[in-house]
């Protein structure tokens, strides 16, 4: 309550119950939410009174409602309404708001709340899987979009629609990771590759669920011994939520399984063992995967884990990172502080990973360092300490945590208790004419509330004395803030001077003093005396009043004074130092404007202060000695008062400190000191003048003493150890950490931090990171202080070593029969133990090829395991294990015993060729030896006599090395895979028969031989070249050529086809190099070929080659021809310019390379176009028929592109590569702006902008000026031009006269001169300057996407203050721009939301500017349409059009991009700007095709189109009826793959497979055939077959799946198959298409059987043979009359080649390409015998071709066909003939020209797009000829008769042979394979 002179004043009471808000409910930190289904975010605070609430930015601006998107409602909760996808904005969907509740105690900011609309879209989920081997782990992920991902969750996993459990972390079969995201399948087996995986995920917003598409593992089978392989690359990321299980797996795997350990990486990259059952039992150790239950923040970091095993190992690192929820705790929550005091408020938080802190006040951030220092934030922010509090410190402060998902904050209330008075409202100096009223208020606020005291000239008003005109009132408000009102009625003269409010509580006191003038005559009025203080500065204001005065004086004894006045005339006497003599009467003069003077006497009257002598305390007390120290007063008015303070308060009496006094002294005494007694003593002393005081320290030392004594302490070898030692005493003591010297008892050393191993805390403790063995022993610690006797302990350190090893594994070897070694050598404390297993089980000692033997060592204990006369299953890994009384640990031991190697296997021949064969085989065991290589040996089968197997020894013997060193250059070995090998063995002989075998060789010894395998090399090419070959031109781009067969002696086999060359030739009439294109045509009368996608006129030549089953004879003789006209493949050559003038450039060019002009030039077009970004517009085309030109009108030393095209009457060619080319400089033009602007007192800051047409390189630029008005005479600077021209065109003309006009303008100079000026502009220097910007403003075009920066630099005194606005809305941190230090704005990225007006402000108190920057973003040109016009079955034609768009930059030109839809790579194609259409041509027949177009222009390349799909005319093979398609015999089915149809696609190639009706297995016995026909052979007579025909070209495949039946050796047929309907689940796919083809075999069999009679009725020899014509003769059936029969036989007895052909056409084979198969277990008698011999082997060539037709020949030459197998199972023949001279006859007939069967090979050229035709069953279309293959027949002159006689075969290689047929016969039905 305060008493007013009027009234009593009462404050309401019950202010305590009042505080600041608190958030109840806080809005969370992450608020997520679907547009479709919209959110809320609830707030909510307590507070008296009650808070009010509100949202906002995090730049404080207030939010308000957005409609139809946000709305903040009136309970404080925000409201986010469901929206479209296209009304999504970012600025509401995706930022960051705050809730802000506030009271008249203060206000709080909630936590950032981050907000994520997800805007509805299509996503789905898909799993991937890292291939696996058996035994090994696979990896699967669930995999979804980065956007949907953060808001679902895996729901669970599936196997074959079966849901897979969490499973245990030790045994299930699979484990989660990554919170569901990734499975792990452990220990993969081959039926996990049938299985089917898929996950599910579910949204959290919407509720959808989603399953992926099911996939399977990709299982290899278990690889041989391998080292361990990384499953995962790189590091494996984790993470857990604390408190949570987390789980590490060891993605590793190897054969034979890995040993797995793992490891705690600590700070320093040491790896620290983990073993089972450490970290208190929370660590769980799988076999590959580390359990960490209940994980603690220690958890986080990095782990590794390795895997080992003999071959090898390898470390895997890891990465824990633990999370924990956010929450912050403020102490206290509240506190009162005095005015003056110090608040200190703490912030402690829980969580991880570790926040950031700030605090708030008031929601507004605090700034560490405000306030002078003031307020300081230490420790991270922790703490908050408010020194000298006042009242702008009261109100709720919050200490805010983020990290980068979560945030949290707590607050804490800061309340005044005592204040000291703060004014808050004063009155200003007036000047009143008499008679008004006036009123002076003051307002002050504190605590207790403040009583105002009014004074005039110094002296209490006394309003009594002055009268009834005189009213002081004063109250208090609601606020508690004193309100004081001085008022006067009817003013007078002699009421001015100089009015004082004061306001003073108990805790100190404000004033404020201004001057009333009231206008009337000088008059000085009478005060009473004024006292001052000696030694202090005293001012002496006169008490005059009336107005005006022009001066005054003051005088002393009769003599003037120097005084300091003021601007309002107060009339002050300062005196700097007040002494003794200054005492006295002083005259005060008031001077009016006329002469009239007032004139009054002042009395001073001086007091002398006290004067404290200074006094210290004894430098050495320490505890329990006495001390006094006394406080004398040398000068000063008596009488004066003592009081002493300890630590600037009253000494408290429990310290029992005397106090003894006198007039001018005071002592005091300490009987006896403590520590307690240390501190700041300080003696005031005070008389009626001032009060004055004097400190002094007292220290009492104190001795150590201990607070924590040292004790012994033992620790594991590797663990951290902390040894406590913790003293107290004054001064504070210093610890030294020493160690015993080895071997002296009492010689303790400092120990010395190497390595930085021991930490050294300021508490004295000792911290050792990883104790060591050598870290044993004792250890003492001295503390001491120099005080008493040192302290010091000694104590016993135990570092107890676990059991352990320095490695972990190693490799030994040894020989097979030998012995071996192994040693293991254990390190750790005895007792130690050493324990031998393998494979886990103990070993067994009981055997005498086992001992074990042991001994200590310096460090632990050694062990050996001796071996005696290994054998091989003694491989393997050996575990020592060592355990003693603190750990285990275990040595694994690779032992690998050694020996010679294996025999190879499955030695087979894979590829035959005339002079070369390509054999395989498989390696079996090595030896456990490295391979060093292998031994082949080979000899030819002589057809003079036998060979027998133990004639190997005149055989070739060739070493092949794995290594490449010492190979044979006849033999090169290639690896395939791990343990296959080919080899091909080259210069061999054509035609010959070999028997071959391989043996291994390794360091130890060589294997035995394989067993031999019998091959045949192929024949050679045909020798002449086809005949009558021409050449026409054809379309554009294409040939047609015709030939005529060799003749049929030169074939050398049959005839399979021909080879067209087409070679370019150049302007010399040579072939160009690499311009040879190749050409095939199947079939022997093929006779036309059409080449297209060959170049525009272009001459070519033309060559012919005839190719057989092995290869091509020679080429025909060069045909040449020129073909059509077209565009320009190549751009003009040597293009160059040079600048002619600033405004000019000349161009000049060659041609084309004449082999890329496809014909004649018709002129080029020029394309320029400028490369400055200040040019916005495009290209220009300049159209011209010379090679050379001249461009004008161009901008000014500006660089251009140029391109130069030259075009035909095709169209345009191939754009030249650009060209760079800069004009000449010139002078510039005038700098665009410029200002000048008062920059100080003598200066003048001018700024300007550079020219628009700088035409050249700026060298400088020069600033002129002069006095306003003088013509003619001026001074100058020069600038140089290197500076930024965005931010640093500025120049300070000093030295200049304030107050004077000067005149500014300014020039730019470039290499050619100085340019024009700009315009004159006036400005003068000032000492008070408004605020200015130097800066100009304007449009900025940037490229949308890129960043700019906009300059605002201001000028002004007082310093002014700058601000930037968008839209009018103020520039805070935005992540599109930010504010530099130099106050200029960066834009970093300009876009839609960062352009627009951006305003720069400067203010200060004088004036304000500012400038406009208008930002656009240029954005690049649209997304073109794109249609397609027309298509062709190479071609296609697209056109595109150009969408308006909002951007002015013309385009540059377009990228055109293409590909196949089913490939994933895309071609590009640039396309000139005016172009708006393209054909794509050399396209795929049939193919479907993607397309896509962009258009670019000069700020970048636009969005592409959208992709257009077209497909070229064309379609998939067409099957023949089934009748055209099989015809068969005994042992062999023949496919006529004639009879397909190409549908307008060439066909590339065939595929066959088969298999026996009822078998699950196919056999593929073709694949890329490209022949006419194909023959399955080598089958079982009377069989029904399933034969699968598989086509293919451009456009796809086609398949059909056949019956067929073989006959009987009868030649008879067998019953129809019964079809079995297949069961459910296994039924096969696709359509049966059954052929049943009946033939006349029948006859055969007779004409066999009438010959066997006649041989055995002949008298002379054993057996002898017909001729073909003596056989025709007796068979009427087959008589040449019968064409019909002859024809119907043929068919019936057809073999097969493939080759693709038109499917209009049947193959016409002439009566000359006739065949007649025997069957290949008839008997034949004759003169001689004749043994057709089949040997079978591994592999051939998959392409290989079934026998040719031969002409009818002796029945003695028997032929067997081959079977043609996907897998290795595959048939070679080998035949032994001896030619003998029949008995009658006096010479030995001539031998036949035995054929023996070549396999034809895949010609076709599968890229080809060709047209052609052949006589032989061709009649026009996309179609290839039939091939004929023929053996000539006869005997000696060509008559008929006994062609030549056969010797028997040896009984040794019959034998030799038999066996071998035995096997692989055994080898073939075992070697088979799913199709």
């Keep these: 309550m305060i008493r007013d002179p009027d009234r009593w004043l009462c404050f309401p009471g019950g202010e305590a119950q009042e505080h600041g808000p608190v958030f109840l409910m806080e809005p969370p930190a992450r608020l997520v939410f679907s547009n479709s289904t919209g959110a809320r975010a609830s707030c909510a605070a307590h507070g008296f009174p009650t808070p009010q609430l509100s949202w906002q930015l995090p730049d ?126 452990r220990s993969v087996r081959v039926e996990d590759s049938r299985a089917q995986y898929s996950c599910s995920v579910l949204d959290s917003l919407t509720g959808e669920r989603r399953r992926s598409p099911p996939i399977s593992i990709d299982v290899a089978p278990m690889s041989t011994s391998t080292a361990p392989r990384a499953l995962w690359g790189g590091v494996w990321e984790a993470s857990a939520r604390r408190g949570g299980d987390a789980v590490l797996p060891c993605l590793a795997h190897a054969n034979p399984p890995p040993t797995i350990m793992w490891y705690r990486e600590t700070a320093s990259g040491v790896l620290r063992e983990i073993r089972e059952g450490e970290g208190g039992g929370r660590y769980s150790i799988a076999a590959d995967a580390l359990t960490i239950r209940r994980a603690e923040l220690v958890d986080d970091g990095r782990w590794a884990c390795r895997a080992a095993n003999a071959h090898g190992h390898l470390t895997l690192r890891l990465h824990l990172a633990l999370r924990a929820h956010l929450t912050v705790h403020a102490q206290p929550h509240t506190q009162v502080v005095n005015s003056g005091g110090t608040a200190v408020i703490n912030c402690s938080w829980a969580g991880w990973p570790a926040p950031r802190l700030e605090w708030l006040h008031n929601g507004v951030p605090v700034a560490a360092g405000v306030g002078g220092g003031r307020v300081r934030v230490l420790g991270g922010g922790e703490q908050l300490v408010v020194a000298a509090v006042h009242r702008a410190d009261r109100g709720v402060y919050q200490c805010v945590a983020r990290s980068e998902r979560d945030a949290a904050q707590a607050s804490a209330e800061l309340r005044l208790g005592d204040t000291a008075p703060e004014l808050q409202y004063t009155f200003i100096e007036q000047v009143l004419r008499p008679g008004q009223v006036v009123t002076l208020k003051c307002s002050a606020a504190g605590s207790p509330p403040p009583h105002f005291t009014w004074l005039l000239d110094g002296q209490p008003l006394n309003t009594m004395a002055r009268g009834h005109r005189y009213s002081i009132e004063q109250f208090a408000t609601k606020s508690n803030e004193v309100v004081s009102y001085l008022n006067i009625t009817a003013v007078r003269s002699e009421d001015g001077g100089l009015y004082t409010c004061k306001a003073a509580n108990s805790l100190g006191e404000i004033s404020h003093t201004s001057r009333l003038n009231i206008y009337g005559p000088p008059y000085v009025r009478s005060i009473g005396p004024i006292r001052a203080v000696a030694g202090r500065e005293l001012v002496l204001y006169c008490p005059y009043s009336g107005y005006p005065i022009s001066s005054v004086r003051w005088e002393r004894d009769g003599n003037q004074l120097e005084w300091e006045g003021s601007a309002s005339g107060e009339g002050a006497l300062r005196i700097a130092r007040v002494e003794a003599a200054s005492a006295g009467a002083y005259t005060c003069s008031a001077i009016g404007p006329h002469g009239e003077i007032a004139r009054r006497e002042l009395q001073l009257i001086v007091s002398n202060p006290p004067e404290i002598e200074p006094f210290s305390f004894s430098a050495n007390l320490q505890e329990g000695k006495r001390a006094q120290v006394s406080c004398s007063v040398a000068s000063g008015d008596m009488p004066v008062r003592f009081a002493w303070l300890k630590d600037n308060a009253p000494i408290p009496a429990d310290l029992q400190v005397e106090e003894r006094g006198a007039d001018f002294f005071s002592n005091l005494v300490f009987k006896e000191v403590f520590a307690r007694h240390s501190g700041l003593y300080t003696c005031v002393a005070s008389n009626n003048a001032a009060k004055v005081n004097y400190t002094a320290e007292l220290v009492v030392k104190v001795s150590p003493k201990w607070i924590q004594e040292p004790s012994d302490a033992s620790v594991l070898a590797g663990e951290p150890l902390a040894l406590h030692c913790h003293t107290t005493g004054s001064p504070t003591p210093h610890t030294t950490w020493m160690k015993q010297r080895a071997g002296s008892a009492s010689d303790f050393v400092p120990i010395v931090n190497l390595g930085g191993r021991f930490q050294f805390l300021s508490n004295g403790t000792l911290g050792i990171e990883a104790a060591l063995a050598y870290d044993e022993g004792y250890y003492m610690c001295k503390a001491e202080n120099g005080v008493g006797t040192p302290l010091s302990k000694n104590i016993f350190v135990a570092i107890n070593e676990p059991a352990r090893f320095e490695v972990t594994s190693h490799n030994v070897s040894a020989r097979r029969e030998a012995g071996a070694t192994l040693v293991c050598e254990a390190r750790g404390d005895a007792p130690l133990r050493l324990s031998w297993s393998r494979d886990n089980a103990p070993l067994d000692l009981s055997t005498y090829r086992l001992s074990i033997s042991e001994a200590k060592t310096d460090s632990g204990l050694r062990s050996q395991l001796y071996i005696s006369r290994t054998d091989r299953q003694d491989s393997g890994v050996y575990k020592c294990q060592a355990v003693n009384a603190y750990g285990h640990s275990d040595h694994y031991i690779y032992l690998s015993v050694q020996e010679k190697p294996e025999t190879p296997q499955s030695l087979s021949v894979t590829e035959i060729q005339s002079r070369a064969v390509r054999l395989s085989w498989s390696l079996r065991f090595d030896g456990n030896s490295p391979l060093l290589g292998y031994t082949l040996q080979y000899t030819a089968l002589s057809a003079q006599g036998a060979i027998r197997v133990s004639h190997w020894d005149g055989a070739t013997t060739i070493n092949v090395s794995l290594h490449g060193t010492h190979s044979h250059s006849h033999v090169t070995l290639t690896k395939k895979g791990d343990i296959h090998y080919e080899a091909l063995l080259s210069s061999l002989r054509p035609h010959t028969a070999y028997m071959i075998r391989i043996a291994a060789v390794n360091q130890i010894d060589h294997s ?155 002129g080029y077009k020029i394309i320029y176009a400028p490369l400055s970004t200040s040019h916005a517009e495009g290209a220009e085309i300049k159209r011209v028929s010379t090679t050379e030109t001249y461009l004008h009108t161009l901008h000014k030393y500006s660089n251009y592109s140029l391109q130069v095209v030259a075009y035909t009457a095709a169209g345009d060619g191939k754009r030249s590569a650009p060209t760079y080319c800069m004009t000449e400089e010139d002078v510039p033009s005038a700098p665009e702006k410029i200002k000048a602007l008062p920059y100080s007192s003598d200066s003048v800051l001018v700024s300007w902008l550079p020219p628009v047409h700088p035409n050249g390189v700026i060298s400088h630029y020069t600033v002129y000026y002069r006095e306003a008005g003088r013509l003619g005479k001026h001074l100058s600077f020069t600038v140089s031009a290197d500076k930024n021209p965005e931010i640093e065109l500025m120049f300070q003309v000093r030295n200049l006269m304030e107050n004077q006009l000067y005149e500014f303008w300014a020039s730019a100079t470039t290499g050619s001169g100085e340019g024009e000026s700009t315009p004159v502009v006036g400005q003068g220097p000032s000492a008070r300057i408004p605020a200015r910007i130097a800066s100009f403003g304007g449009e900025r075009r940037v490229g949308a996407g890129r960043g700019a920066l906009l300059a605002c630099a201001a000028v002004g005194a007082p310093a002014p203050r700058t601000r930037w606005t968008h839209a009018r809305a103020p520039v805070t941190h935005h992540r599109y721009y930010q504010v530099t230090r130099s106050g200029h704005l960066h834009i970093r990225e300009v876009n839609e939301q960062s352009s627009g007006n951006f305003s720069c402000t400067a203010t200060n108190s004088i004036g304000e500017d500012s400038i406009v920057y208008v930002v656009k973003a240029v954005l690049p040109p649209g997304a073109p349409a794109l249609s397609l016009q027309y298509t062709t079955a190479t071609s296609i034609k697209l056109h595109w059009s150009l969408p308006t768009s909002d951007t002015d930059q013309p385009v ?69 009826k089934p009748e055209e398609h099989v015809h068969t015999n005994a042992t062999a089915i023949k496919i006529n793959l004639y009879a397909w149809r190409d549908a307008g696609c060439p066909i590339l190639g065939f595929r066959v497979a088969y298999r026996r009706a009822g078998d699950d297995h196919w056999i593929q016995a073709g694949a890329g055939l490209s022949a006419a026909r194909h023959v399955v052979g080598a089958l079982a007579p009377g069989a029904w077959y399933e034969v699968a025909v598989e086509a293919w070209s451009d456009a796809g495949v086609e398949r059909v799946t056949l019956l067929a039946d073989t006959h009987t050796l009868a030649g008879g047929r067998i019953p129809p198959l019964r079809v079995v309907p297949p069961p459910s689940g296994g039924a096969r796919t696709g359509a049966m298409r059954t052929a049943l083809v009946w033939c006349a075999a029948s006859a055969l069999v007779i004409v066999g059987a009438l010959a066997a009679i006649l041989c055995v009725l002949h008298a002379k020899r054993k057996f002898f043979c017909l001729s073909n014509d003596h056989y025709l003769r007796d068979n009427r059936k087959l008589s040449e009359s019968n064409e019909a029969e002859r024809e119907k036989l043929r068919e019936g007895h057809k073999l097969y080649s493939s080759s693709s052909i038109n499917g209009n056409e049947k193959s016409n084979d002439d009566s000359s390409a006739e065949l007649y198969e025997i069957s290949p277990y008839a008997t034949f008698g004759g003169g001689a015998a004749a043994h057709s011999l089949q040997f079978r082997t591994l592999a051939r060539r998959d392409d290989d071709a079934a026998p040719p037709h031969r002409r009818r020949r002796r029945a003695c030459d028997h032929y067997r066909y081959d079977e043609s197998s996907l897998s290795k199972c595959s048939t070679v023949e080998a035949r032994h003939r001896l030619r003998a ?9 001539p031998a036949p020209h035995w054929r023996e069967r070549s396999d034809s090979d895949d010609y076709s050229d599968s890229a080809a797009n060709t047209t052609t035709k052949g006589s032989g069953g061709s009649g026009g279309g996309s179609a ?34 038999d066996k071998y047929q035995q096997r692989k016969e055994q080898e073939r039905r075992e070697c088979t394979i799913h199709v």
């Design 60 to 185: 404080g601006t207030q939010l308000d409602d957005v409609p139809g998107l946000r709305q903040v409602l009136d309970n404080g909760t925000l409201s986010f309404l469901p929206f479209a996808a296209p009304q999504y904005r970012q600025d509401v969907h995706a930022t960051v708001y705050r809730c802000r509740a506030h009271n008249a105690h203060g206000a709080i900011v909630s936590r950032d709340m981050r907000t994520q609309a997800v805007v509805w879209q299509e996503w789905q989920v898909h799993v991937t899987s890292t291939p696996a081997e058996v035994g090994g782990p696979a990896l699967l992920t669930c995999a979804t979009p980065t956007a949907v991902r953060d808001h679902s969750s895996v729901a669970a996993w599936y196997r074959d629609d079966a849901v897979l459990s969490a499973g245990d972390h030790y045994s299930g079969p699979t484990l989660l990771v990554d919170e569901g995201w990734k499975l792990i399948v």
């Design 1008 to 1162: 035995a031989f394989t067993e031999a395998v019998v091959v045949k090399t192929q024949e050679e090419a045909p020798s002449e070249a086809p005949s009558g070959v021409s050449v026409s031109a054809g379309a554009a781009g294409e040939l047609h050529v015709s030939w005529r067969s060799p003749p049929r002696d030169a074939w050398h086999g049959e005839l399979l086809g021909y080879s067209v060359s087409c070679a370019e030739l150049g302007p010399d009439a040579v072939t160009l190099p690499n311009s040879t294109r190749t050409l095939t045509v199947n079939g022997w009368s093929a006779s036309e070929l059409t080449l297209s996608a060959l170049k525009k006129f272009t001459r070519y030549e033309v060559r012919v080659r005839a190719f057989n089953g092995v290869a091509a004879g020679p080429p025909s003789a060069p045909v040449t021809a020129t073909t059509l006209e077209g565009v320009p493949e190549a751009a003009p050559t040597r293009v160059t310019c040079s600048a002619l003038s600033s405004s000019s450039i000349k161009v000049s060019w060659a041609p084309p390379p004449p082999a890329f002009r496809n014909g004649i030039i018709q």
């Design 1452 to 1520: 540059l030109g377009y990228i055109l991009q293409y590909k196949q839809a089913s490939e994933t790579e895309w071609h590009s194609i640039e396309l000139s700007p005016e172009q708006t259409s393209y054909t794509m041509d050399m396209l795929k027949c049939g193919t479907t095709y993607n397309a896509k177009i962009q258009a670019q222009n000069k700020i970048s390349l636009g969005p592409p189109s959208e992709i257009l799909t077209a497909t070229t005319r064309g379609g998939r093979p067409k099957a023949p």
């Design 1781 to 1789: 001279a029949p008995a009658p006859a006096p010479t030995p007939a």
């Design 1824 to 1857: 290839y000829g039939s091939g004929r293959r023929t053996a000539s027949s006869g005997g000696q002159n060509g008559s008929d008769g006994l062609s030549g006689v056969f010797a028997p075969v040896p009984p040794d290689i019959s034998s030799l042979i």
